[in-house]
């Protein structure tokens, strides 16, 4: 096992910056940690790099973040990963809190500028779909995966039925891509020990088990809360947007927030630097204050600890597993039919409510995938454009 090589103080100087300047979502992320990382600071070669973004592509969770913390681990250990992670989300984290308690405390929730974030999310989760469906749905079989996907959460929308369309597709791709040809794996340098790696592994299997239990038969909220994200956070294959239709599932229908509550906040959340799942800490604290968020956002971030330390020890052997790819292949299709659900119901059907609405979210999209403007310009364009169409 390699050593940490680099003090604590370097790793949280390095992701800070980070946190406070990395918009743009998952893929500008690994852009700005190539550049920090591996151009400037030279802490991984570019191949342990491409090494790690194919580890975290394969996990649940936020695919970004979960980078971020292996270089962190790679670099300072299981502290260093931790540090890491504080500097690239806490920027945003503070940022969704203030704009939660806000939105309860001066009712802003008719103010023009809410409705214009929605409009905003439209565009933005429309521009995910097609990027992520180019990427993972290339051919007619895993069209036809994202297709039923998606046509079967529209028909039966639940968090659990989401679950079962993923097995599903794991099961389906197991059975008809293991075969493909993939591209040669290389070695992964291991830092943790596989003891350390069975022990985390059954750390989140236990929780996975045991939370949902504890939460059915207690009035605890804040339980109820942990347990929702942590499950959300260990369920969620494709990481960033695919998170909207998870938690949407989890906190509307329970009556935990409205639909124009939860748009508002993930419209809030292409603003701010740093990883989308600290939409987590927005609707912690819409929930139950400040101690909810925090709640919330450690669920929802466990998870990604608990993957990494249990997955790094045995990756090299896994990775050479065409079984193992042919589930991940099945599963990636499926999360593109989950976005196409979500991109329906609830962003179309939430934000689109006449023609102007039409207008600034194609016009959005324009800029945003044609014209490659940054995600945190399209937030202010929207906005101030939303702001204007409302006086007409």
Not at 131 to 138: E, I, S
Not at 284 to 311: H, Q, R
Not at 340 to 367: E, M, N, Q, T, W
Request: glycine residues 10%; hydrophobic residues 55%; positive net charge.
């Amino acid at each position: 096992m390699d050593k940490p090589k680099g003090s604590l103080l370097e790793i949280f100087k390095a992701s800070t910056k980070l946190g406070f300047t990395s918009f743009g979502g998952p893929v500008a992320h690994l852009a700005y940690f190539k550049d920090e990382y591996i151009d400037r600071r030279k802490w991984l070669d570019d191949k342990t790099y491409a090494d790690i973004i194919a580890l975290c592509q394969f996990l649940p969770g936020p695919a970004s973040s979960q980078v971020g913390i292996s270089i962190g681990m790679l670099r300072g250990g299981l502290l260093g990963g931790f540090i890491s992670w504080i500097g690239f989300t806490v920027p945003s984290i503070l940022v969704l809190i203030l704009f939660a308690l806000m939105y309860q405390t001066y009712d802003i929730g008719d103010a023009p500028f809410i409705h214009s974030l929605k409009v905003v999310a439209a565009a933005v989760v429309l521009h995910a779909l097609i990027g992520l469906g180019k990427k993972l749905t290339p051919d007619r079989p895993r069209i036809a995966i994202a297709l039923a996907s998606a046509l079967i959460l529209l028909l039966y929308p639940s968090a659990w039925m989401q679950i079962i369309v993923i097995l599903a597709a794991g099961l389906l791709g197991l059975k008809l891509f293991s075969g493909l040809a993939q591209s040669k794996i290389q070695p992964f340098p291991v830092t943790f020990s596989k003891k350390a790696g069975m022990i985390s592994l059954s750390v989140l299997v236990t929780l996975l088990i045991t939370l949902p239990i504890i939460a059915r038969n207690t009035d605890n909220l804040l339980i109820q809360l942990f347990d929702t994200f942590f499950r959300v956070g260990s369920l969620v294959f494709g990481g960033g947007h695919v998170v909207l239709p998870m938690l949407e599932r989890e906190v509307v229908p329970t009556g935990w927030l409205t639909a124009n509550e939860f748009l508002a906040g993930y419209g809030m959340a292409q603003a701010v630097p740093g990883p989308l799942f600290t939409f987590s800490s927005y609707l912690g604290t819409m929930i139950e204050g400040v101690v909810g968020a925090v709640v919330a956002t450690a669920g929802i971030f466990l998870p990604s600890f608990l993957f990494l330390i249990a997955a790094l020890p045995f990756l090299n052997e896994l990775r050479k597993r065409p079984a193992f790819q042919g589930i991940l292949t099945g599963v990636n299709a499926s999360v593109v039919g989950i976005l196409l659900a979500a991109f329906y119901d609830p962003v179309i059907v939430s934000s689109i409510l006449d023609g102007y609405d039409f207008a600034l979210a194609a016009i959005l999209f324009a800029l945003l995938h044609f014209f490659k403007v940054p995600a945190w310009a399209i937030v202010l364009i929207g906005v101030a454009g939303g702001t204007i169409l409302s006086y007409l």
